[in-house]
Structure formats: structure tokens, C-alpha cells
């Protein structure tokens, strides 16, 4: 489409047949003007010599050549860059659409890492608030383990001091009993021992 | 135990010829001599309960011994008991045979453990007290402890009756024993 609209719209075959034209147009000029002078043929601008019939015929010429040579080298030139610009147009869009796929896939991560986070620092609060409870929990259990053991302790002390002055009670009740007895053995006459004897005699009770 | 069923046995039969002929006193008087000369002489006891020695030396023996000093019924039965090899009830015969006579004539054996030697009118009152009380015949056994200090103490059957110095101090002590271990 570009190529056409350079080309000025007209067909091809119009161009070759005006060109041709033109060129004999230009070799008409020049036979003309070389014909009569040399040097009216000539126009001399700044010291460059200008020939007004090969010039019109070269662009004749060139006229009739344009479609050759839009066909073997500009056609094939802008197919390149058209196809060129494509393949840069999806190059560009597919790198934008990878930049946007990358941008929200970003995003998504920087979601999911947030939530990650956001997750992670729950469990950790819970695991921290788990601990803290099973901390006081221990403590609490180690509290009355403590405790019960401090009073089983005092239990078991008082107890054996107990155990220990029933002990020395029934000890020292033993040993006045004991000097009670010799104390009565040595005091007790053959009088007394047959009062006893009598007394025994007289209160006598027995069981059947 | 098994000495003792086997004399209770013997001592039953004995004790029911003996009172069929009348004659429970002698036969218990014949035991008793049986039983002192097992006590005092000790070869005469290992001779009649050795396993080694036959019945017929020991059936002469008996007759030497006891022949002309104790009832017939005696001397036969204890020669039953050697033939049967029941020669280790003699020893349990005697007691068995006392308390089947005992209690045949509603008489209790009465053991009287005092301080000092009882005088003859103090056994006299505890034995007619204890008939008396226990509406029994009384037969007493009288021995001397002095470790009872002072006081008596009777024992009779499944009883007894202390009335000794250290019986009383040993119930003071277990009394204040109990007392301080309710205190506890």
C-alpha cells in the first residue's frame, strides 16, 4: 500500500510508456538544440554545463525504468522493512505483553509474599502465644508440683518428728516404768508381797 | 501334732478301760511314773523311741522296768504301742490321758505362778476361791518366778489372771504405749 501511494497511483505500464515519452521527448530537445549551436544547447550555471535534452530524456529514462526498479529493489526493500517493523511491532508487543504478564506475575508474588508473610507472622504469633501459654502452663505445674512436694515434704518431716517424740515418749515411759518397777521390787516386803498375795486372793475375778 | 492325735487315741482307750475297771487313778499314777522315767533317764527314752531297736527288746524292757510296779492295764497298753510302733505317743499319753480324766470329772488344771512361795493356808484360799468362782473341781500346778517381783498370776485353760507386779507395770506400759500413739 505504501508502495503504491510513492509510486503516485498510476499503473505501472502508464509510467513506462510516459517515461519512453519523455526520454524522446529529451532526445528530440537535444537533437534540436545541439543541432543548431553548440553552445545555445548548453545553459552554463555556475560552471556546470546543463543540456535541457538529456536531461529530460535521463528522467524520461528514468521515468520508464522507476517500475523495474520499484520492482527488483523497492518493493522487495519496503516488503523487508514492513515485515522488518512487524516483526519489531510484535517484537515490542510481545515484550510489553511479557512486561505486563511479568508486572502482574510481580504482583501476584508481592501478593502471595505478603500473604506469605502475613501468614507466617500468624503462625509465629500463634506459635509464640502457644508457647507462652504452655510456658505458664509449666510454670503452673512446676508451681504446684513444688508446692506438693514442699508439703509432702513438711508432711513426711512432721511425721518422723512426730514418729520421733512418740518414740522418745514411749522410750522414756519404758525406762520409768523400768525404775518404777525396781524402785517397787526393792520396797516390797514379804508383808507387803502377802498383802498383795491376800488382796489378789480376795478380789479374785475370773472369766469362764 | 501327729504324735499328739495318735496319743490322744491311745489315751482315749486307756481312759475308758481304765474307768470300766475302775481303776483311772492307778492308771494316771502308772503314767505318770511312765512319763518321770522318760524325763529323768535319758537312755531309757532314746532305748524305747529308737527306730533301731526291736519291739521284742523293747517289750522286755518294758516288762523288767514296769512289770511288778504298774496295773496291768497300763504296762498293756503301753506294749499295744510298741507293737503298733506307736512308741513316740508314750511321751503325749500322760497329758492326754490327765485332761480326758479331768475333764471326765469337770476339773480344771489351775497353773499358779507366784513372787514368792505360797504359804499352805494362801494356796488353800486361792484354790477354794477359784472352785468357788469357776464352780469347778480344781487341780493346781504351784511354781515360784521371781521375776513377777510381787503378786501372783493363774493360768487356767484359755486364761489369765495376773495379778503380779510386772503384770501390772507391763499393762501401764502398753496402756501408756496406746495412750501415746492415739496422741499421734
Given at each position: 500500500m505504501a508502495n503504491e501511494n510513492t509510486s503516485g497511483g498510476l499503473p505501472p505500464i502508464v509510467k513506462v510508456v510516459l517515461g519512453f515519452a519523455i526520454a524522446a521527448v529529451g532526445v528530440f530537445l537535444n537533437e534540436k538544440i545541439g543541432a543548431g549551436t553548440e553552445h545555445v544547447g548548453r545553459i552554463d550555471l555556475a560552471g556546470v554545463a546543463l543540456e535541457p535534452g538529456k536531461t529530460v530524456g535521463a528522467l524520461g529514462v528514468f521515468l520508464a525504468l522507476f517500475p523495474v526498479i520499484e520492482s527488483f529493489f523497492v518493493k522487495p526493500l519496503t516488503t523487508a522493512l514492513g515485515e522488518r517493523n512487524d516483526s519489531l511491532e510484535s517484537t515490542f508487543a510481545e515484550v510489553e505483553s511479557l512486561r505486563s504478564e511479568m508486572t502482574s506475575m510481580k504482583s501476584e508474588y508481592e501478593k502471595r509474599i505478603a500473604a506469605t508473610e502475613a501468614e507466617a507472622r500468624e503462625k509465629i504469633n500463634a506459635q509464640i502465644k502457644e508457647a507462652q501459654v504452655l510456658r505458664q502452663s509449666l510454670m503452673a505445674e512446676a508451681a504446684d508440683k513444688s508446692d506438693a512436694l514442699i508439703k509432702q515434704a513438711q508432711e513426711e518431716i512432721s511425721g518422723e518428728k512426730s514418729k520421733a517424740l512418740r518414740e522418745i515418749q514411749i522410750h522414756v515411759t519404758d525406762l520409768a516404768l523400768q525404775a518404777a518397777e525396781k524402785v517397787v521390787g526393792k520396797n516390797l516386803d514379804n508383808d507387803l508381797n502377802r498383802k498383795l498375795i491376800a488382796d489378789f486372793v480376795s478380789d479374785l475375778e475370773v472369766k469362764k | 501334732m501327729a504324735g499328739e492325735r495318735v496319743g490322744l487315741r491311745y489315751a482315749q482307750a486307756l481312759f475308758d478301760a481304765a474307768s470300766n475297771a475302775n481303776v483311772v487313778e492307778s492308771v494316771e499314777s502308772d503314767l505318770a511314773a511312765v512319763d518321770y522315767h522318760l524325763q529323768a533317764n535319758g537312755d531309757f527314752r532314746a532305748f524305747l523311741l529308737?527306730?533301731?531297736?526291736?519291739r521284742d527288746e523293747k517289750l522286755a524292757l518294758l516288762d523288767k522296768v514296769f512289770g511288778d510296779k504298774v496295773t496291768a492295764l497300763s504296762l498293756n497298753i503301753l506294749k499295744l504301742m510298741i507293737e503298733k510302733r506307736r512308741e513316740e505317743a508314750i511321751p503325749d499319753i500322760k497329758a492326754e490321758y490327765s485332761e480326758l480324766r479331768r475333764l471326765a470329772s469337770g476339773t480344771v488344771q489351775v497353773y499358779v505362778t507366784s513372787a514368792v512361795e505360797l504359804s499352805d493356808s494362801e494356796k488353800k484360799d486361792l484354790l477354794a476361791n477359784l472352785s468357788t468362782k469357776l464352780n469347778r473341781k480344781i487341780e493346781a500346778d504351784f511354781s515360784v518366778d521371781f521375776?513377777?517381783?510381787?503378786g501372783l498370776k493363774v493360768s487356767y485353760e484359755d486364761f489369765v489372771i495376773d495379778g503380779s507386779v510386772r503384770g501390772t507395770f507391763s499393762r501401764l506400759r502398753e496402756t501408756l504405749r496406746q495412750d501415746t500413739l492415739k496422741q499421734a
Open positions: - | 529308737s527306730p533301731n531297736r526291736g521375776h513377777l517381783v510381787g
